[in-house]
């Protein structure tokens, strides 16, 4: 009691000027002054250079030709067409090349992570060099290597590599064998689509009763039948749905099949091998981080290994890797601006030449920016409501 | 402006102080005094923001003064002491390195006879190397003094990145194959893969082209002309196409130049022009007065060996050339008398400029001077007249 009166007398003896509370105050609301102010003051100062120098800042640019060519356009463009269609291109092309290379690192980076797991010597240490290797190259160099020193060094076409299948390994690209559509093919989509669907809601009504009733409605083989039956019955009905599309050498290059360019692929490999090595960490820290009584228990009460897998663990590391995820596919997503190096056309590479030909640098780069940050929120928000699902159901 | 970032220096410096007070309370008396005493903190506050000013009167980023649009490049540039130029340092003959690691080049002596004229010194260049993609922003932005980087000269780019001078080096887009292609004729191109630098025109002539003529190609696209060459010769790309002289300029670096032939055809004009940046009225004539004297000097026989004694030349229109008698206009772009001699004998003339890359002799490869012959020689070179 003595000692809080001591403290009060001593604040009010002071002035205000040393009193650590209202400086702290003080201290807050200057620098919040100061940071509005810069940020103003570099706003009008940006605005009115921009008008110095005639720089509109206005997006109607968009709508003019683009005239300039993107290689290997995923959807239909020429360079006839507008701007905005060119950044749209360059946008389904970072699409595929993030959306592939998430899914392709995730499985990558889980089997590096169950290797690393392994009480294998040798397949521990294979993935141990695999994550050490390909998590402290920067990236840039691990794709100027993919792309200058071994897709640029593959053989000519006339003297392509085959590897059964065919798939052909040139220069110029990746060829497989890929299988198309035949006209009676749509038939056969349509149906499995609706086996899918009926699949899934089957597995999940079934589920839930079980675990309501706990009667065993046998929803896994339910479900797998239902998805047989409109498979089988979608080839019966359509004929022959897909006719296998050869790569053949016709002219300068390989026509048919299935092309990945050097640039997809080097693209696609470097950052799936890059975030896979991160993602094997992810993964190997949340296994490892459930506790191992869970295990033991789980075995004590006569679940399989897939059950214990399935049931114990992997829930609960679920939680534990989920968040450090979401930064590794974001990171992804960003790093496939990294392209522009090798000549990959992203959005932010036909951005850099809209840049160029339209002159518009500061509209150019918002659009850009804008495009990543919503594609990250995107991201997010999906892996977030996710993440929410399998987080412990408190009652 | 100025005001508002003095008051904010002095907010920052006052907060940072208060913030110390309420740290170390043994420390509070020491740093009292200083914040109590206005005078002290004021002039250290002005005087960062004094020198920012200064920095960044050659990108004009303070856009209010009169100095920084009205004529502030060439105070800027003597004030500074050296000329920056937008250059380049992988294209041979025209911005490339020597064995020294000097930037040396037809597009880089431009510069260099600028900085002579300018501040009497050919060495104070300080050459920033662009890609194509990025010299127009450069300009536009004020980055650099002068853009001198093999750069064509089109209606849209002077309307949106700056003033381009006069024509320097007329050229024309050509198509480079390897021989054992058995390609021999553009109707070949179908179907094609081509190489191509990415923010060019070349990059919209080639779509053109291949539109004009109803043939498909694959563009592969790069913004650095290391890779883009690089990717051709390892036969990534059937065809590679640039401006003829970029084309002969990287063929001479080829592991066997032969093995590549560049095509008869050319599809477009090419007019590579010196720009400088937009609102200067006086630098865009200085530059652009300094390339007429490179010109007129050849057409004069004042080459870089004899403009000492050229000086006292019987000729009037030589004697005015290197500011002897009357003058060519600099008392009122504020330059020497002298400033265009300097420049002549920093560089030489225009055709020793040439040569000295692309000559017979040339340090980089030789190409024909073609329409790049002086008018009396039946070229397309002509500036004005120097008086």
């Known amino acids: 009691m003595a000692s809080t009166q001591s403290v009060d007398q001593q604040s009010t003896g002071i002035p205000f000027y040393r009193d650590e509370r209202i400086l702290k105050i003080v201290a807050q609301v200057i620098s919040t002054i100061v940071i509005i102010g810069l940020l103003i003051w570099a706003a009008l100062n940006f605005l009115r250079a921009a008008e110095a120098r005639n720089m509109t800042l206005t997006f109607g640019f968009l709508k003019e030709a683009a005239g300039f060519p993107i290689s290997n356009p995923p959807i239909k463009y020429e360079p006839s067409m507008s701007f ?33 797991l392994s009480t294998n010597w040798l397949l ?56 198309r559509l035949t006209e009676t093919g749509m038939i056969f989509v349509i149906l499995f689509g609706v086996g899918v669907v009926l699949a899934i809601i089957a597995y999940s009504v079934l589920r839930r009763r079980r675990e309501l009733s706990g009667q065993n409605t046998y929803y896994g083989q339910i479900s797998l039948g239902i998805l047989v039956v409109s498979g089988v019955l979608g080839w019966v009905l359509s004929g022959t749905p897909f006719r296998l599309s050869y790569p053949e050498l016709q002219g300068f290059n390989f026509q048919g099949g299935l092309r990945l360019t050097p640039e997809f692929s080097g693209m696609f490999i470097g950052l799936t091998t890059y975030t896979a090595a991160f993602i094997a960490e992810v993964v190997r820290s949340g296994i490892q981080a459930v506790d191992r009584g869970q295990i033991e ?30 930064s590794q596919y974001l990171n992804l997503t960003k790093n496939s601006s990294l392209a522009l190096a090798i000549g990959f056309q992203e959005v932010f590479s036909v951005g850099k030449i809209a840049i160029n030909q339209a002159g518009r640098a500061v509209p150019v780069f918002a659009l850009v920016m804008l495009t990543y940050l919503a594609l990250s929120l995107f991201t997010s928000l999906v892996l977030n409501i996710y993440n929410q699902r399998i987080q412990f159901v408190t009652r | 402006m100025r005001k508002l970032l003095t008051l904010l220096s002095i907010l920052v410096m006052s907060s940072l102080l208060l913030t110390a007070c309420g740290g170390g309370a043994t420390e509070a008396p020491a740093s009292e005094p200083t914040a ?51 250059g380049r340092t992988d294209l041979a003959g025209f911005g490339m390195l020597d064995d020294a690691g000097n930037n040396i080049g037809f597009d880089i002596d431009l510069c260099r006879a600028v900085a002579a004229a300018v501040l009497g010194d050919p060495e104070a260049v300080e050459v920033v190397p662009l890609t194509a993609a990025d010299r127009g922003p450069a300009l536009q932005t004020g980055e650099v003094d002068m853009l001198s980087r093999n750069v064509t000269w089109t209606s849209s780019r002077d309307a949106q990145w700056g003033n381009f001078t006069i024509i320097m080096f007329y050229d024309g887009q050509g198509f480079m194959i390897r021989k054992d292609s058995g390609i021999t004729s553009t109707d070949q191109f179908d179907g094609a893969t081509v190489c191509v630098t990415s923010g060019t025109t070349t990059e919209q002539n080639l779509a053109d082209f291949f539109r004009q003529n109803n043939m498909t190609y694959e563009a592969v696209i790069f913004e650095e002309t290391a890779a883009v060459y690089g990717a051709y010769e390892e036969g990534r790309c059937d065809i590679t196409t640039s401006d003829k002289s970029q084309l002969a300029s990287v063929r001479s670096g080829f592991a066997d130049p032969d093995a590549h032939e560049i095509l008869d055809i050319t599809i477009s004009k090419e007019p590579l022009t010196p720009a400088v940046p937009h609102g200067d009225d006086a630098w865009f004539d200085t530059v652009k007065i300094v390339m007429f004297a490179l010109i007129n000097a050849e057409e004069l026989g004042v080459t870089q060996a004899n403009v000492e004694e050229m000086k006292s030349s019987d000729n009037v229109n030589i004697q005015r050339l290197l500011g002897q008698e009357g003058d060519w206009g600099y008392s ?42 002086l008018w009396t020689n039946g070229g397309l070179v002509y500036a004005p007249p120097v008086k």
């Not at chain 2, 030489?348 to 329409?371: S, V």
Request: glycine fraction near 10%; hydrophobic fraction near 50%.
């Open chain 2, 332 to 373: 009122d772009l504020g330059l020497e008398p002298e400033a265009l001699a300097n420049a002549i004998s920093a560089v030489g003339n225009y055709g020793e400029i040439y040569d000295r890359y692309m000559g017979p002799e040339g340090i980089a490869f030789t190409l024909p001077r073609g329409p790049n012959r």
């Open chain 1, 124 to 179: 521990n240490r294979i993935a141990l060099v695999f994550v050490e290797f390909n998590r402290n190259i920067p990236l840039l160099v691990l794709l100027f290597i993919l792309y200058f020193v071994i897709f640029q060094n593959l053989p000519r076409v006339k003297e392509s590599i085959v590897w059964p299948g065919p798939i052909y390994l040139n220069q110029r690209g990746i060829y497989l064998t890929w299988p």
């Open chain 1, 297 to 326: 228990a789980a075995r004590a009460v006569g679940l399989s290994t897939m059950q214990v897998l399935s049931l114990v663990i992997m829930p609960q590391a679920l939680r534990i890797i989920v968040p450090p995820m979401i």
């Open chain 2, 36 to 86: 109590a005493e206005p005078s002290e903190p004021q002039p250290t506050a002005a005087q960062p923001a004094e020198t920012a000013e200064m920095t960044e009167e050659p990108g004009t980023t303070e856009g209010p003064a009169p100095a920084a649009q009205g004529g502030g490049i060439l105070e800027a540039v003597k004030a500074r002491g050296t000329l920056i130029c937008g």
């Open chain 1, 84 to 116: 905005g269609r060119a950044f749209f291109v360059g946008l389904v092309n970072t699409l595929i090349v993030s959306v592939t290379g998430i899914i392709a690192a995730t499985i990558l980076g889980t089997l590096i992570a169950l290797a690393r």
